[in-house]
C-alpha cells in the first residue's frame, strides 16, 4: 500500500544523521530527512545554473537515503561496504515495492545510477552528498570544538571534483 511506503520514508525524519550525533556528540543532529531536504535545494539550485537533468537529479538527492528508513544510518567503519550495499539493496526493495510498477522500476533505476555511480547525474549527487556535509559542518563549528569538525570538512574537499562545487565548498569553507 502506498500509505506504507510513506510512513516507512517519513521515519527519516526522526533517524538522526550517525556521524554527527556519534562523532561529535551533537545533542540534537539533523535528521536523514532534514539531510535529503537540504542536498534537494542544493541539487535543484545548482543543476538548474549548470543547465543539467534537473529532474533526474532532484529525485536521486531524494530517493539517495530511503534505504536508511529500514536499515539505519551506518557510518563507513561501522560496517563493510559489501555488507551496506547488501542491506541498502534489500532495503529498497522492499520499499519500493509498495509503489505501482512503472514508478518502482524508475526509481529503482535511479537507485542503481546512484549506487553504481553510472552517470554524470549520479557523480553530481555524489558530490553534492559531500558538499552539504560540509555545510552541515560549518553549521556545528560554531557550537563545537572546530578540529573535531575538520576531518568532515576534509572528506568533502578530498571528494568533490566538479569545479563549480569546488567554488561553492571555498565559500562554505571560508565562513565563519
Known sequence: MISDFFFQI?????????????KLNVENSESVAEHSYMMS???MVLSDIKELNTEKILKMSILHDWAESKIGDFMPD??????????EEYAMSEILDDLPSKIKNDYYDIWNDYKD????EAKFVHELDRLEMALQGKIYEKEDDPEKIKPFLTTAVEQIMDDDLKKILIEILQKT
Open 41 to 43: 535545494v542544493m541539487a
Open 78 to 87: 561501522e560496517i563493510s561496504s559489501e555488507k551496506k550495499t547488501e542491506l
Open 117 to 120: 555511480i553510472s552517470s554524470k
Open 10 to 22: 517519513a521515519g527519516l525524519k526522526n533517524l538522526p544523521r550517525t556521524g554527527w550525533k556519534v
